[in-house]
């Protein structure tokens, strides 16, 4: 090796994070990153310095055991090369050239242990931010199932509070966790994948919380609000949200009666028809859903 590689790793210990390495001198000198490298510029993440690592961790992945440093389930997620512009003891500025993560990054001392890293090029192409200043999408109630029956989609209707879900860097935002800390580990669980996910909270009982994800309005940098409702929720089932405390409920594409019979029967307040080629329209109560009474 000739100190040019570097090694990322998605570790799950007792908070998820995710271990920077870079080869130097023989050594991995290394970072804990609680929410990963920024990928636009202008935003600066924590990075914690920890030891060096032997360069046999450059490929290590595997479980770490109960009483040993860093235990927990550690994989890789991202390796290539680097070149160094800049090393200094408080400042280190480097170049990557990976499979997954490329462009220049500078870290940089904050006091002691505690570092920032700022990425210093542009965004990479084709990723954006999640869209700012979001509102669910609200319906328009509704007497009657609407016509044609196969050109709309039937959620049932929960009783609970619709939250706007930002996943990324494996957390959510303290507003959602404080209340809901159940959903921490959906965060964890769906890392290194982020989106935003519009959802209800119900509640079953004093320490049973479900998260209902209906719609999905950003993904890994390409917002799809502009997508027609059927492909957003293809893409939102592609997820695959099964945990503890939180999962996609079925929709039902034609069949309006039958999912307004199945509502009555379980005691929910009703259905929503969300119309096929309808986009997510925030903040806004269209006609592209409708809120029927079971």
Request: glycine fraction near 10%; hydrophobic fraction near 40%.
């Amino acid at each position: 090796m000739a100190d040019d590689t570097f090694v990322i790793h998605q570790h799950h210990a007792r908070r998820l994070h995710w271990d920077l390495r870079l080869e130097r001198g023989g050594a991995l000198a290394s970072w804990a990153v609680p929410r990963g490298l920024p990928r636009e510029p202008g935003r600066n993440h924590l990075a914690v310095q920890t030891p060096d690592h032997p360069l046999d961790f450059f490929t290590f992945h595997g479980e770490i055991p109960v009483g040993e440093y860093g235990a927990g389930r550690m994989t890789i997620y991202d390796t290539g090369t680097y070149t160094t512009e800049k090393w200094r003891p408080d400042e280190v500025l480097v170049a990557f050239q990976g499979n997954r993560t490329t462009g220049r990054y500078v870290l940089f001392r904050t006091g002691g242990k505690d570092w920032m890293v700022r990425r210093l090029d542009p965004a990479p192409a084709g990723w954006s931010a999640p869209p700012a200043d979001l509102a669910p999408m609200l319906p328009t109630p509704a007497r009657r199932l609407p016509r044609p029956d196969d050109a709309w989609a039937y959620e049932l209707r929960w009783r609970g509070d619709r939250i706007l879900a930002e996943v990324t860097g494996g957390r959510l935002p303290a507003e959602i966790t404080t209340p809901y800390p159940q959903l921490r580990a959906m965060a964890e669980a769906l890392a290194p994948l982020e989106c935003v996910l519009d959802g209800v909270v119900v509640s079953f009982g004093r320490n049973d919380v479900q998260f209902f994800a209906v719609d999905l309005l950003w993904l890994d940098g390409v917002p799809t609000l502009a997508l027609p409702y059927a492909e957003r929720r293809e893409l939102l089932d592609g997820l695959a949200l099964t945990g503890d405390s939180w999962q996609t409920p079925p929709s039902f594409t034609g069949g309006g009666r039958y999912a307004r019979e199945a509502a009555a029967a379980q005691g929910l307040p009703g259905i929503i028809a969300k119309r096929l080629d309808s986009a997510y329209e925030p903040g806004v109560t269209s006609r592209g859903w409708l809120s029927l009474q079971a």
